[in-house]
């Protein structure tokens, strides 16, 4: 049984086929993204031999949610099933101005990144369009969160490298990012990557996207190599200048994220080298003290040693600690592997 969610307008003008009126795909559109509805039985505007029809061949697809983790600070991380029995992970962080949630973009991840937990367990698969769509709408559901407007950030930094599933990552932002569909503020949609620079100029040309964000994580080439493999394929100096070379909208500054990990990366010279790397770049750096986890080979610095960092990167380029959420649940960034017991 095949998945309504995840389809265009377009595509459910050709599902429909000659025998409805074109304005049923519109209707069905918004009952998917809209109003999102799990079951368009409940439809009262479709008509019943419609509905019928359309649950005979077609499921909606939102993901059921598996478990569910309560942190102590509110937040909360959900074990996601999808319909082929796979399980995907995606995270609730409210806060008084605002809320954001977390959605993956592949079931496990290929890119090996060494202090990240997901790493260790590989790619098992993409997720469609309609399974990255279904994380924002499933978790909204649950927390009776509004999606359109401007107090719901979506950010693709789960589970995944966003750039190694491009196509779909693009038609969920469509979606999402649709007054007519989700409603969601262009504003408040961002895309993490390790920094695949062939898709990053791919991203660059299309008129609907995410904002970018980089994960940096190293102030020279051979130090990102050894915690980033992917350097070798991509190196920092050619990862720059894609930056530098990314059209960003008039609204719009690239962000950079890094890992703070004790002795590593965390040094005076190193954030004052990270002040040269991204010099003439319009841009914001995010500093995350590392999340710990079972297997990972570092520690996380001490606040004070996180704090000076800061004070020399932000006399360049403004930069701001990433505050920690949900790490006694394994909710916080870079801890999305299924894991159901505390550190």
């Known amino acids: 049984m095949s998945a309504l969610l995840g389809l265009e307008i377009q595509e459910l003008e050709q599902l429909l086929g000659p025998d409805h009126p074109r304005f049923r ?3 069905i559109y918004a009952a998917l993204y809209r109003e999102r509805h799990p079951d368009l039985m409940q439809v009262s505007t479709l008509p019943l031999a419609l509905r019928r029809e359309l649950a005979a061949g077609h499921a909606v697809g939102w993901p059921a949610v598996e478990r569910r983790f309560d942190s102590t600070d509110g937040t909360r991380r959900y074990l996601l099933a999808l319909a082929d029995g796979k399980t995907v992970e995606a995270v609730w962080m409210p806060e008084e101005e605002r809320q954001t949630v977390c959605i993956s973009t592949q ?14 367990l590989g790619l098992e698969r993409n997720l469609t369009a309609g399974e990255i769509v ?12 509004a999606v359109e407007g401007q107090r719901l950030n979506v950010v693709m930094m789960g589970q995944g490298e966003p750039l ?8 969920a932002t469509r979606i999402l990012l649709d007054r007519a569909g989700c409603g969601l503020s262009p504003r408040r949609l961002t895309l993490s990557t390790a920094g695949i620079i062939p898709k990053i100029e791919e991203l660059g040309r299309e008129p609907v996207r995410p904002k970018l964000a980089i994960s940096l994580n190293a102030s020279t080439e051979e130090a990102r190599r050894e915690l980033m493999p992917i350097t070798r394929k991509y190196h920092l100096k050619d990862l720059l200048e ?7 909208r008039p609204w719009e500054r ?10 590593v990366n965390d040094s005076e010279a190193d954030a004052r080298r990270v002040v040269k790397l991204l010099a003439n ?3 914001k750096v995010n500093l995350i003290a590392l999340n710990p986890g079972p297997e990972i080979p570092f ?7 996180v704090l000076a960092f800061q004070q020399i990167v932000k006399r360049a380029v403004p930069c701001f600690i990433r505050k920690p959420r949900g790490r006694d649940v394994f909710a916080a960034c870079g801890q999305l592997r299924k894991v159901s017991s505390p550190v």
């Not at 202090?115 to 260790?120: K, N, Q, R, S, V």
């Not at 279904?134 to 969160?145: K, S, T």
Request: glycine fraction near 4%; proline fraction near 5%.
């Open 25 to 27: 795909a519109r209707q």
């Open 107 to 120: 079931v496990g991840c290929p890119v090996d990144c060494k202090f990240c937990m997901t790493a260790l």
């Open 134 to 145: 279904g994380q924002v709408l499933a978790i909204a559901a649950d927390n009776r969160l």
């Open 164 to 171: 190694l599933n491009l196509a779909n990552v693009l038609k």
């Open 242 to 248: 894609a930056c530098r070379a990314y059209p960003l």
């Open 254 to 263: 690239l962000t950079f994220e890094y890992v703070l990990l004790k002795g």
């Open 281 to 283: 770049l319009n841009c």
């Open 299 to 305: 520690e996380t610095p001490d606040t004070e040693r």
